[in-house]
Nanobody, 114 residues
Framework: QVPMVESGGGLVQPGGSLRLSCTDS????????MGWYRQAPGKQREFLAG???????NYKETVQGRFIISRDNAKNSVYLQMNRLKPEDPAVYSC????????WGQGTQVTVSP
């Protein structure tokens, strides 16, 4: 399986918003439960949000209410809307299929700075 491709990261001020996208050059994303994760320097990768094929979502408590995961199966894409970004949110953000052994993609860098 080819890694997912993430995009949409960048530099944003505290309190700002970003929308990340995840696409799949194959066709497995649309039939898979998906998750967004992040890894900050020197830290373990952490789960942030997940979404089933049917659109049921769940979140890590620390991002609940600020981040929104969504998907468009027709476009073979999953999104992460990030609002009210905080200084502790910078990391490389990645998406991945739940339970899969696919290689991880390169992710997209999110930086939060005044």
């Amino acid at each position: 399986q080819v890694p997912m491709v993430e995009s949409g990261g960048g530099l944003v001020q505290p309190g700002g918003s970003l929308r990340l996208s995840c696409t799949d050059s194959g066709s497995l994303l649309r039939s898979s439960a998906m998750g967004w994760y992040r890894q900050a320097p020197g830290k373990q990768r952490e789960f942030l949000a997940g979404i089933t094929v049917g659109g049921i979502s769940n979140y890590k408590e620390t991002v609940q209410g600020r981040f929104i995961i969504s998907r468009d199966n027709a476009k073979n894409s999953v999104y992460l809307q990030m609002n009210r970004l905080k200084p502790e949110d910078p990391a490389v953000y990645s998406c991945h299929r739940f339970g899969a052994t696919d290689p991880w993609g390169q992710g997209t860098q999110v930086t939060v700075s005044p």
